[in-house]
């Protein structure tokens, strides 16, 4: 093994770390302006693509406890973004619904993503290969913890 097997730059794990933290840093000052946090963006593209589903469901495409959402959410439904509503079927059990001013915002959200493709400054199919490699990758590893 080679002697810097153990320098920061040479570990897998510090790259997707600093690069996923390079990339909140990019949405930033694109989210700022309508009012939503990059958490906030992250439920909404999960509501954009199916309105009205589980805080559960919401939490597992997410990768996190729903439980760590539940203040965001509450915090999305004070401004105006979302909707809590119980299930008839499962008081304890909460969907989440945008509202028309969280709808709105997908519009906005199709120049985000246009203006983050571009400053990662990859082709198209660069930059869609290294997302399919990282979700087999976070696949991968998420057999592993299981």
Not at 4 to 29: E, G, H, I, R, W
Not at 63 to 78: F, N, Y
Not at 81 to 107: A, I
Request: net charge neutral; proline share 3%; charged share 25%.
């Amino acid at each position: 093994m080679p002697d810097n097997q153990l320098s920061l730059d040479n570990q897998v794990c510090f790259a997707l770390y600093s690069a996923s933290l390079a990339m909140t840093q990019l949405y930033k000052p694109m989210l700022e302006p309508l009012g939503l946090t990059y958490t906030h963006y992250l439920i909404l593209l999960t509501l954009w693509e199916e309105d009205g589903i589980g805080l559960k469901d919401i939490g597992s495409k997410l990768g996190q406890k729903s439980g760590a959402l539940t203040p965001v959410i509450k915090r999305m439904e004070t401004d105006g973004l979302v909707q809590r509503v119980r299930l008839p079927h499962d008081e304890r059990s909460l969907s989440v619904r945008l509202t028309l001013k969280g709808r709105s915002l997908e519009k906005d959200a199709r120049n985000i993503n246009t203006c983050i493709a571009d400053a990662c400054g990859l082709e198209s199919e660069e930059l869609i290969d290294l997302k399919d490699k990282i979700i087999l990758l976070r696949k991968n590893i998420s057999n592993q913890i299981k």
